[in-house]
Every structure is written in structure tokens, then in C-alpha cells.
């Protein structure tokens, strides 16, 4: 159990998982919330919401049905609250059963017909947070907004305000260690935000590029605080000893095989891609002088990052299971090597 300690304070500080004092953060006022739904600060101000905190328990619980999902996208809502500066508060998450492929995920009357029943039990249980929120699974290519997802959240945001919308890469959280999460908000249809200059560049495969790049200036990223107070903390180490348990089964460089070869396979076909002329041309400015093209533009550089942190993924996995041979050997892994063969003993002589 000292082991699992140990991995659960890591995965503390690699999420950066602050530790907060105030029980007020779980108080449930309902009519500071029906006030904030009827002066609708959001249609004053598209980007209203500035912030969400999300609490460690509803993060284990996405992540954990997003890893279940492998290669499948999963879908979920999460239940919590607003502040009247514009802080989501998410203290809850669950599943929905539906219907998921690879690249989408539908949710039917099924779905909206648990939605209420699990709504209803939370009511009669004492859990009056509201449903405010959405997420779901995108294994192996990143977290943002697909042109279905917009569509979806905007939908959302049209007939239950406020609602938000949370991205998880499983394959990516497995990979690195650190979970892989993005929340979002869409603007309003015609809306033309600001070019505030380019943003930090983001690993999209390239089956998805034109995808997401099409529909990007249709949403806008909001930052996400991860929280824990200790009325946490039993639920975190229920929850805590199944994921522990979980990790060990499975081997990072065994579970995410498939998507280290398709990461390879993006990175060598966006260099195909690139444009011989334009690398010449780049060349013949540092000769000239001349001014150089932003770094995030040149195609080369972003062909850098994702090989390098394909290679650091890969480094983590192995270090992992370097950890887990020293931890459940009785023998550290540099002493595991077969004990050179002994001189046979010189016989002994026989009394006559």
C-alpha cells in the first residue's frame, strides 16, 4: 500500500492537484444560482466564463471511463455549479450508455432518458447540484472541439445555459502519465472573435487537421484547477486503489502500441508534405538576413515536437516498467542477471 501512496501523491503533483481548505467551495445555494440563469451574464459577454475548478474526484472518475473506452469514444455529463464572476465548479462527473465509434458519439433517448432518472436519484439522495456540463473521450488525437462537438455544445449552450464541454485523450494520458483534459465554450453563431496571434501549438493528427482547423475559431479554451478538500479524501482512495490496480495490469508501451505506430506514421507523412521550396527559402533568409517566419509556423519545427514527445512517451513507459519490475522483484533489475558458473570444489581426499 506504500507503493500506491506513493504513485497517488506523484499523480498529485504531476496534475498539479491543490489542496483547499474551504468547505464553502461544496455549499449548494440555489438561489444564488437561479439568480446568475436569469441575468444571463454570458449573452453580455461571449467570453464570460473565465475559469473551471474541477475536483480530483470527478477527474479519476472521467479518466477512468475514458481509459474503459480504449479505442471507443466514451461520453458523460458532469453535475456542479457557477460563481457570479463566471467559475464553473465541477464536483461530480458519471457515464452515459451510448453509442460510440472512433470518431463520434451519439447520445439518444436512451441516454437522456438515464440522464433524468440518475438526475431525480442525486435530487433524493441530497445532491442538488445541476447537470452543467458535458464531456467526452478522444483517444489518441487530442483534446478540442470536432465539427460535431461544436455543434453539439452550441446546442447545448442554446437551451441550457450555462453548459460547458470537456475533452479527454486517454491514449495521451497513458502515454505521458499526466491526464490529457481541455474544457471549452462555443461562441455564438456569427461570431468573429479577435485574432489575439497564435496560441500554444497543439499535436493534431493529420487525418484531423482540416477538422480542426476549420472549426478552431469557433470556441475558445478555458483553464482548468484541479481541487481537493479532505471530505475528498475517502472517496479518492476507493477510487484511488482501482485505478492503482488498473495501472499495474496494463503496460504503457504494450496498451498504447498502436497509437506509438500511428504517431510515427503522422510524423512521417507531415514530412512528406513539407514543401521542399519553402525549407530552401527559409535557408536563404538566414543567408540574407532577412527576417525570419514565426518559429510555430515552420512546419518543420512542429514535425520536431510531436517526434520528441512521441519519444518521451516512450521513455515514460519504459521507466514505468522499470518501476513496476524493482517494485514487485525481489531482485532490483541491475542484479537480475544470471550468477556467473563456479569452478567445480576440488575433491576431497578419502582417509585410507
Same mark, same amino acid.
Given at each position: 500500500?506504500?507503493?500506491?501512496?506513493?504513485?497517488?501523491?506523484?499523480?498529485?503533483?504531476?496534475?498539479?492537484?491543490?489542496?483547499?481548505?474551504?468547505?464553502?467551495?461544496?455549499?449548494?445555494?440555489?438561489?444564488?444560482?437561479?439568480?446568475?440563469?436569469?441575468?444571463?451574464?454570458?449573452?453580455?459577454?461571449?467570453?464570460?466564463?473565465?475559469?473551471?475548478?474541477?475536483?480530483?474526484?470527478?477527474?479519476?472518475?472521467?479518466?477512468?471511463?475514458?481509459?474503459?473506452?480504449?479505442?471507443?469514444?466514451?461520453?458523460?455529463?458532469?453535475?456542479?455549479?457557477?460563481?457570479?464572476?463566471?467559475?464553473?465548479?465541477?464536483?461530480?462527473?458519471?457515464?452515459?450508455?451510448?453509442?460510440?465509434?472512433?470518431?463520434?458519439?451519439?447520445?439518444?433517448?436512451?441516454?437522456?432518458?438515464?440522464?433524468?432518472?440518475?438526475?431525480?436519484?442525486?435530487?433524493?439522495?441530497?445532491?442538488?447540484?445541476?447537470?452543467?456540463?458535458?464531456?467526452?473521450?478522444?483517444?489518441?488525437?487530442?483534446?478540442?472541439?470536432?465539427?460535431?462537438?461544436?455543434?453539439?455544445?452550441?446546442?447545448?449552450?442554446?437551451?441550457?445555459?450555462?453548459?460547458?464541454?470537456?475533452?479527454?485523450?486517454?491514449?495521451?494520458?497513458?502515454?505521458?502519465?499526466?491526464?490529457?483534459?481541455?474544457?471549452?465554450?462555443?461562441?455564438?453563431?456569427?461570431?468573429?472573435?479577435?485574432?489575439?496571434?497564435?496560441?500554444?501549438?497543439?499535436?493534431?493528427?493529420?487525418?484531423?487537421?482540416?477538422?480542426?482547423? $476549420?472549426?478552431?475559431?469557433?470556441?475558445?479554451? %478555458?483553464?482548468? !484547477?484541479?481541487? &481537493?478538500?479532505?471530505? #475528498? =479524501?475517502? @472517496?479518492?482512495?476507493?477510487?484511488?486503489?482501482?485505478?492503482?490496480?488498473?495501472?499495474?495490469?496494463?503496460?504503457?508501451?504494450?496498451?498504447?502500441?498502436?497509437?506509438?505506430?500511428?504517431?510515427?506514421?503522422?510524423?512521417?507523412?507531415?514530412?512528406?508534405?513539407?514543401?521542399?521550396?519553402? $525549407?530552401?527559402?527559409?535557408?536563404?533568409?538566414? %543567408?540574407?538576413? !532577412?527576417?525570419? &517566419?514565426?518559429?510555430? #509556423? =515552420?512546419? @518543420?519545427?512542429?514535425?520536431?515536437?510531436?517526434?520528441?514527445?512521441?519519444?518521451?512517451?516512450?521513455?515514460?513507459?519504459?521507466?514505468?516498467?522499470?518501476?513496476?519490475?524493482?517494485?514487485?522483484?525481489?531482485?532490483?533489475?541491475?542484479?537480475?542477471?544470471?550468477?556467473?558458473?563456479?569452478?567445480?570444489?576440488?575433491?576431497?581426499?578419502?582417509?585410507?
Amino acid at each position: 500500500m506504500a507503493s500506491s501512496s506513493d504513485a497517488q501523491k506523484t499523480w498529485m503533483l504531476e496534475n498539479q492537484v491543490t489542496q483547499i481548505n474551504d468547505a464553502a467551495i461544496y455549499a449548494f445555494d440555489e438561489a444564488e444560482q437561479e439568480a446568475i440563469y436569469q441575468k444571463h451574464p454570458w449573452r453580455e459577454d461571449v467570453n464570460w466564463v473565465k475559469n473551471v475548478r474541477m475536483s480530483a474526484v470527478a477527474m479519476i472518475k472521467i479518466v477512468m471511463h475514458a481509459k474503459s473506452g480504449g479505442d471507443i469514444e466514451v461520453m458523460g455529463l458532469m453535475q456542479g455549479k457557477v460563481t457570479p464572476d463566471g467559475t464553473f465548479i465541477i464536483m461530480d462527473a458519471f457515464p452515459l450508455p451510448v453509442e460510440g465509434t472512433e470518431t463520434r458519439v451519439n447520445a439518444g433517448a436512451g441516454a437522456n432518458e438515464f440522464m433524468v432518472t440518475f438526475q431525480e436519484a442525486c435530487e433524493r439522495m441530497g445532491k442538488p447540484e445541476n447537470v452543467c456540463g458535458w464531456y467526452h473521450s478522444h483517444p489518441g488525437y487530442g483534446c478540442w472541439l470536432s465539427g460535431i462537438d461544436v455543434q453539439t455544445q452550441m446546442t447545448y449552450q442554446q437551451h441550457q445555459e450555462p453548459f460547458l464541454a470537456v475533452v479527454i485523450d486517454p491514449k495521451r494520458t497513458c502515454a505521458s502519465g499526466k491526464v490529457d483534459i481541455g474544457a471549452f465554450r462555443t461562441y455564438p453563431a456569427g461570431h468573429t472573435p479577435a485574432d489575439d496571434g497564435p496560441g500554444e501549438y497543439q499535436s493534431i493528427p493529420i487525418d484531423k487537421i482540416e477538422d480542426f482547423g $476549420v472549426h478552431c475559431k469557433q470556441y475558445y479554451p %478555458v483553464p482548468i !484547477e484541479i481541487f &481537493k478538500n479532505s471530505l #475528498d =479524501n475517502t @472517496l479518492l482512495e476507493l477510487l484511488w486503489n482501482k485505478y492503482w490496480i488498473d495501472t499495474l495490469s496494463s503496460s504503457p508501451l504494450l496498451h498504447n502500441r498502436a497509437y506509438c505506430n500511428q504517431m510515427i506514421q503522422d510524423c512521417v507523412q507531415k514530412m512528406d508534405q513539407i514543401d521542399t521550396a519553402s $525549407v530552401s527559402q527559409s535557408r536563404f533568409r538566414m %543567408v540574407m538576413h !532577412e527576417p525570419k &517566419k514565426r518559429k510555430e #509556423d =515552420n512546419p @518543420l519545427n512542429k514535425v520536431a515536437i510531436d517526434a520528441s514527445k512521441n519519444a518521451g512517451e516512450q521513455i515514460q513507459g519504459l521507466s514505468s516498467q522499470v518501476l513496476k519490475f524493482s517494485l514487485f522483484h525481489a531482485r532490483s533489475p541491475g542484479n537480475c542477471r544470471p550468477a556467473p558458473p563456479q569452478p567445480p570444489a576440488a575433491p576431497v581426499p578419502m582417509e585410507t
